[in-house]
């Protein structure tokens, strides 16, 4: 057996991805990146004390530091990389890449380049996201993320299930403290359907929202077009940070 040593600061071991949560009281559903069975590895959450739903959608300012710090500490325990629960925190990708010494990935949104350079450029391509009154192309220019590509982007935001369990989720969580799976999955369904029968041309969908994993499959049997969600990017992730033994037959 190896002889190991142990690490500074850590409490427990063996962490494959960090993941940094609003403070926000939502149900995380399987699938759910707030779900730790979403993943087929170990992974270690640290949630940023009062950045909320929507001080983080609403892009408030003054939340660096904390979300470094969070960042940090996730590092300091152990974490090969680090990745968020809020498509949202692109905001923070930038200043957390510098802050840490291990891969950042913040945002589903950062998939979107790759997948721009996956489609013809004239192709259009959907993002799901959590507020399209908030998620705009002037945002996804901001931070480093316009392609040639033309975009569409829808939300449920104003949708009731959507709106009461998750945009007004706080620290001590929604309304009405629950929330319907297969309301959730009906929304999201008909905000992407809504989206492709505006947009017949369009060719694949980003969804940006982190509690829409769960629903992908049912958003891509609707509209039968190639799909990517939050939990991608962190399986991603987890693969450059964790490579894998291959054994078989030849």
Known sequence: ?????????????GHGVGLLLLDARAPFVPGDVGNATSYEYPVLYKTVP??????CLGGEA???????????????????????????????????????????ALSSLLQLPMMARCLDPEATIGILTADDTVLTQDMLKRYGLDVP?????????????????????????????????????DEAVKTARAMQDEHPEMAAVLIECSIMP?????????????????IDVIDYMHAGTRQRAYRGGY
């Open 214 to 230: 769960p629903y992908a499959k049912a958003v891509q049997e609707a509209i039968d077009l190639p799909c990517f969600n939050f």
């Open 62 to 104: 003054g939340w660096e530091q904390a979300v470094v710090d969070a960042a940090r500490a996730l590092e300091k325990e152990g974490a090969k990389g680090l990745s968020s629960d809020c498509g949202f925190m692109i905001q923070f990708q930038e200043v957390v890449a510098d802050a840490v010494d291990i891969p950042v």
């Open 50 to 55: 009062g950045l909320t739903t929507n001080a």
């Open 1 to 13: 057996m190896p002889t190991y040593r142990k690490r500074a600061g850590a409490y427990s071991y």
């Open 149 to 185: 590509n033309p975009i569409v982007i829808r939300g449920p935001q104003d949708e009731p299930e959507f709106n009461e369990a998750i945009m007004l989720a706080g620290p001590e969580g929604s309304p009405s403290m629950s929330l319907d799976s297969d309301r959730i999955r």
